[in-house]
T-cell receptor, first 114, second 107 residues
């Protein structure tokens, strides 16, 4: 079974530019989550999709972040315009249920805004 | 107060030692509990779920005390390969990660 895949693995962009991160969940997993870990801090929840619907986006830091999951398959997370404090590792995870048995995480995208 | 708190660490222990990690959570409505392991520059990986009755998986034992809102992880006979950050994770309406405790097992 293929795991959760994320692309790109690393991205270095300048402040003010746009970056789009992609996550392909495990096939058949309706639940998809985005998390972020900034330097020295714990992993923080960003949002949760159930199929193509945003179930909970309470963790999205501001309106520079836009997540989509058209068709309920892969998801994208766009940051526009990027700021220095957006640097960190962005993890995607998926689960078949609501997470009662844990999530499977992707290897993350390390974003550096300079 | 943070929603999930863990021992600050780091823990540096010799091979073969027993090490215990502690975790407390603030939301009494939390439903599920997990320990994840994260290696340097890697994604978190599920180590084990934590059940009210306590559960064991080889050298790893997890305990949950709902009344005290406390979770523990015990690692016996530490191996070099156990070196990682251990994350306490709690689920109520969403998954909340603790800050993690770093473990280094020394030869």
């Amino acid at each position: 079974e293929a795991g959760v895949t994320q692309f790109p693995s690393h991205s270095v962009i300048e402040k003010g530019q746009t970056v789009t991160l992609r996550c392909d969940p495990i096939s058949g997993h309706d639940n998809l989550y985005w998390y972020r870990r900034v330097m020295g801090k714990e992993i923080k929840f960003l949002l949760h999709f159930v199929k193509e619907s945003k179930q909970d986006e309470s963790g999205m830091p501001n309106n520079r972040f836009l997540a989509e999951r058209t068709g309920g398959t892969y998801s994208t997370l766009k940051v526009q315009p990027a700021e220095l404090e957006d640097s960190g590792v962005y993890f995607c995870a998926s689960s078949q249920d609501r997470g009662a048995y844990g999530y499977t995480f992707g290897s993350g995208t390390r974003l550096t805004v300079v | 107060r943070k929603e999930v708190e863990q021992d600050p660490g780091p823990f540096n222990v010799p091979e073969g030692a027993t090490v215990a990690f502690n975790c407390t959570y603030s939301n009494s409505a939390s439903q599920s509990f997990f320990w994840y392991r994260q290696d340097c520059r890697k994604e978190p990986k599920l180590l084990m779920s934590v059940y009210s009755s306590g559960n064991e998986d080889g050298r790893f034992t997890a305990q949950l005390n709902r009344a005290s809102q406390y979770i523990s992880l015990l690692i016996r006979d530490s191996k070099l390969s156990d070196s990682a950050t251990y994350l306490c994770v709690v689920l109520y309406d969403k998954v909340i990660f603790g800050p993690g405790t770093s473990l280094s097992v020394i030869p």
